[in-house]
Protein backbone atom coordinates (compact mmCIF):
# COMPACT_ATOMS: atom_id res chain seq x y z
CA UNK A 1 0.00 0.00 0.00
CA UNK A 2 1.42 3.64 -0.87
CA UNK A 3 1.40 5.94 1.83
CA UNK A 4 -0.17 8.88 1.80
CA UNK A 5 -2.03 11.42 3.76
CA UNK A 6 -4.55 14.47 3.02
CA UNK A 7 -6.03 17.68 5.35
CA UNK A 8 -9.22 17.43 5.47
CA UNK A 9 -10.36 20.69 7.42
CA UNK A 10 -8.82 20.11 11.21
CA UNK A 11 -8.34 16.77 10.46
CA UNK A 12 -5.61 14.79 8.76
CA UNK A 13 -6.38 11.14 7.44
CA UNK A 14 -2.89 9.42 6.80
CA UNK A 15 -1.79 6.05 6.26
CA UNK A 16 1.57 7.33 7.24
CA UNK A 17 2.28 5.57 10.93
CA UNK A 18 4.79 8.29 12.08
CA UNK A 19 1.92 10.64 11.26
CA UNK A 20 -0.31 8.95 13.76
CA UNK A 21 -0.52 10.11 17.27
CA UNK A 22 -1.81 6.72 19.22
CA UNK A 23 -2.96 8.14 22.03
CA UNK A 24 -5.21 10.28 20.68
CA UNK A 25 -6.45 7.89 18.29
CA UNK A 26 -7.19 5.57 20.99
CA UNK A 27 -8.84 8.02 23.23
CA UNK A 28 -11.54 9.20 20.73
CA UNK A 29 -12.23 5.18 20.50
CA UNK A 30 -12.56 4.50 23.83
CA UNK A 31 -14.65 7.75 25.20
CA UNK A 32 -16.51 9.08 21.96
CA UNK A 33 -17.17 6.09 19.93
CA UNK A 34 -19.92 3.86 20.06
CA UNK A 35 -18.02 0.76 18.78
CA UNK A 36 -15.02 1.05 20.91
CA UNK A 37 -16.21 2.51 24.55
CA UNK A 38 -13.71 1.58 26.98
CA UNK A 39 -11.24 -0.36 24.46
CA UNK A 40 -7.87 -0.99 26.02
CA UNK A 41 -4.84 1.14 24.72
CA UNK A 42 -2.72 -2.12 23.87
CA UNK A 43 -5.44 -3.21 21.97
CA UNK A 44 -5.19 -0.16 19.43
CA UNK A 45 -1.51 -0.01 19.24
CA UNK A 46 -1.66 -3.87 18.74
CA UNK A 47 -4.20 -3.01 16.20
CA UNK A 48 -2.46 -0.25 13.95
CA UNK A 49 1.48 -2.23 14.79
CA UNK A 50 -0.43 -5.27 12.36
CA UNK A 51 -1.87 -3.24 10.35
CA UNK A 52 -0.29 -0.02 9.17
CA UNK A 53 3.38 -0.80 8.17
Do not use: C
Amino acid sequence: MEESSIIYGAYMITSVKSNMDIETIHQWLARESYWAKNIPFEIVRTALNIHIR
